[in-house]
């Protein structure tokens, strides 16, 4: 189970502007609870079937290389959203499997994204619908144009999906707006709630269902990825 206050928040990036504010807020996060803040980015650089074993060795030697200077390119980006120690990481994996397997030692996950459409979406955008779905930890959800400032914890929406109890996101949207001195208010079920209630808010923290693969949850967190510009904290309930 998580730790709340987190110990450990995970921060996946790709360099776009949304990761950026994702690292700033996450930056702001961890030095308030004097967590640990890691950074990581995956890719995937695969050889195809019809290589030699000399281009298979000559496209390891560039993974090498590729791993060196993209942890290097990681610190730099991190570096330039907050002042708070950053744990780089780079792996090559899938980036959904990789950020949730990330997830097993983290107690929180913030990332960005844009809630695009079909190809324009970037990694970010399809990749963070597949981990606040299969994720068992807290996910924050932000777009490049939320404001990472405490600003973000002024006014804390607390929703339920679906009746899912509202223990374990209220125990964290308390813990926001005690520290970064906000309010909290309760807008019911988010089949019922009206969704310009939700842009008055300044983050929505969003009780979810245990059974992430259940289809009308995927459904919803789409929905809400897509159409929401605040920030969102989806909690497993």
């Known amino acids: 189970?998580?730790?709340?206050?987190?110990?450990?928040?995970?921060?996946?990036?790709?360099?776009?502007?949304?990761?950026?504010?994702?690292?700033?807020?996450?930056?702001?996060?961890?030095?308030?609870?004097?967590?640990?803040?890691?950074?990581?980015?995956?890719?995937?650089?695969?050889?195809?079937?019809?290589?030699?074993?000399?281009?298979?060795?000559?496209?390891?030697?560039?993974?090498?290389?590729?791993?060196?200077?993209g942890l290097q390119f990681v610190v730099g980006f991190a570096a330039k959203q907050t002042a708070y120690a950053v744990q780089a990481t780079v792996?090559?994996?899938?980036?959904?499997?990789?950020?949730?397997?990330?997830?097993r030692s983290s107690d929180l996950v913030i990332m960005g994204t844009h809630g695009r459409r079909g190809p324009s979406r970037w990694w970010l955008g399809s990749v963070a619908e597949r981990v606040v779905r299969d994720a068992t930890i807290p996910v924050l959800v932000m777009r490049a144009e939320a404001p990472a400032t405490t600003e973000t914890f002024a006014k804390i929406q607390l929703l339920a999906h679906r009746g899912a109890p509202l223990i374990a996101a209220?125990?964290?949207?308390?813990?926001?707006?005690?520290?970064?001195?906000?309010?909290?208010?309760?807008?019911?079920?988010?089949?019922?709630?009206?969704?310009?209630?939700?842009?008055?808010?300044?983050?929505?923290?969003?009780?979810?269902?245990?059974?992430?693969?259940?289809?009308?949850?995927?459904?919803?967190?789409t929905h809400l990825l897509r159409r929401c510009t605040r920030p969102v904290l989806f909690v497993p309930a």
């Open 1 to 69: 189970m998580w730790k709340c206050p987190p110990q450990s928040v995970l921060v996946p990036v790709d360099f776009s502007d949304a990761s950026a504010r994702a690292l700033g807020l996450a930056g702001l996060v961890a030095s308030a609870f004097d967590a640990g803040l890691v950074a990581l980015h995956a890719e995937t650089l695969e050889a195809p079937p019809y290589f030699t074993h000399d281009q298979i060795d000559a496209l390891e030697r560039e993974r090498q290389v590729a791993r060196a200077s």
């Open 91 to 103: 792996v090559e994996r899938p980036p959904a499997e990789a950020i949730l397997e990330a997830t």
């Open 170 to 221: 209220r125990q964290w949207a308390d813990l926001f707006a005690s520290t970064f001195g906000g309010q909290v208010s309760e807008a019911g079920d988010t089949d019922a709630c009206d969704p310009a209630s939700i842009q008055q808010a300044s983050l929505a923290v969003v009780a979810v269902p245990m059974e992430h693969s259940a289809r009308g949850l995927a459904e919803s967190i």
